[in-house]
């Protein structure tokens, strides 16, 4: 099993930005990928970034248009997302996944099988 634990979501003024943090622990020896999705109220879960174990492949869904960045410190057992230009749009309970099982694709949430709590992100305008 592996437990993952969201932080850093907040409230901010758009324009703003925030770096939400995802720590994994427990059975964390695989080298799998790592990724952000979100769900905004009344809205379906959506892909928000993805990165492979080694960090030399990532993915965005199209409305990040640039303004976030995923990385992960894979000797904190920890991915990252910087969120610039946040926008009202932006506001959803951000979730960090992972997965133990091999999958062709990082983009959709079948490709994950653990999930975080979430954290909340509130851009006001």
């Known amino acids: 099993q592996v437990q993952l634990v969201e932080s850093g979501g907040g409230l901010v003024q758009a324009g703003g930005s925030l770096r939400l943090s995802c720590a994994a622990s427990g059975r964390t020896g695989s080298r799998y990928a790592m990724g952000w999705f979100r769900q905004a109220p009344g809205k379906e879960r959506e892909f928000v970034a993805a990165i492979s174990w080694s960090g030399s492949t990532t993915y965005y869904g199209d409305f990040v248009k640039g303004r976030f960045t995923i990385s992960r410190d894979n000797a904190k057992n920890t991915v990252y997302l910087q969120m610039n230009s946040l926008k009202p749009e932006d506001t959803a309970v951000y979730y960090c996944?992972?997965?133990?099982?091999?999958?062709?694709?990082?983009?959709?949430?079948?490709?994950?099988?653990?999930w975080g709590q979430g954290t909340q992100v509130t851009v006001s305008s």
């Open positions: 996944a992972t997965r133990s099982i091999s999958r062709a694709t990082m983009t959709n949430e079948a490709d994950f099988n653990y």
